[in-house]
Each structure stands twice: as C-alpha cells, then as structure tokens.
C-alpha cells in the first residue's frame, strides 16, 4: 500500500507546483503522512484515517495564514484622490445617466452626475469611480 500514498503524495505536488493557487498541499501532506504510517500498520482504515485527519489539521492551521496574506492587496498610490474636492471645468454637459467631461489640472476626464451641468459651469469633484469622476453642484459659500 506504501506505493499507492506516495504516488498519491507525487502526484498531488505535481499538481501544487503546476498550479498558482494553493490547491492540494494539504493533500499532499496528507499522503505523505498515510505513507508514513503504512511502514507501521497495513491496515487500510488506519491509513485513510490518518490521511484525512492530517489533511484536514492541515487545511484548518494554513487556512488563516493563506487569507492574510491573500487579502494584502498591492495598492500602487496614483495621487488621483488629490482631484476630490477640487473646483473643475465642465467641457462637455453632464446629465443624470450619460457621460459628460470635465477638465481638471489640465486634464479631460469622464464624468458623471446626478445633477444636470452645462459647458462652461464649475463643478466639484466628489468621488472617483473607476475612470470616471462623479461631480457635484459647488455648495454656496
């Protein structure tokens, strides 16, 4: 039966490696382990319950180091979030559910609002989404 776990224990690392994500490590383990203990018992009920239980310890222990560090997202700073806040230029109108421009630091940009602006008129950026600037009416001083 030793031969079974660690074709087993092969083929699932086979798998890891040719995988980005982390897939059948446990496993793997798993395997190694019932290889192990196949030296010392050949009873095959052992044997699986040994793989399944080091399997799943496993899975249960990584699990929580796999989503800390799968949740690090690489946020690259741009400095786009300097234009909220900022008084731009209407140069194309914006009505509620179709796209207009504004110019901001020399710039074009899509735009977007619930308000109606036409040419000409100042806006304040309120918040980016995606590509688009969403815009808002200037307050009354």
């Known amino acids: 039966m030793s031969i079974y776990w660690i074709v087993l224990f092969l083929v699932l690392l086979l798998i890891e490696l040719a995988t980005v994500n982390l897939v059948s490590i446990w496993f793997a383990l798993g395997a190694l382990a019932a290889f192990v203990t196949s030296f ?6 052992i044997q ?19 989503k800390k560090f799968k949740r690090k997202e690489r946020i690259v700073p741009t400095n786009l979030d300097r234009v909220i806040g900022k008084e731009v230029e209407v140069t194309k109108p914006i009505k509620p559910n179709h796209y207009g ?33 969403i815009v808002k009416k200037e307050e009354n001083k």
């Not at 010392?40 to 009920?45: G, M, P, S, V």
């Not at 040994?50 to 796999?66: D, E, G, K, Q, R």
């Open 40 to 45: 010392f018992t050949d009873t095959i009920f």
């Open 48 to 66: 699986l319950l040994v793989f399944v239980v080091v399997s799943v310890v496993a899975l249960f222990i990584t699990l929580p180091i796999v």
């Open 101 to 133: 421009e504004v110019e901001v630091f020399g710039t074009k940009w899509t735009a977007t609002s619930d308000k109606v602006f036409e040419v000409g008129e100042k806006a304040i950026v309120d918040r980016i989404d995606g590509v688009k600037l």
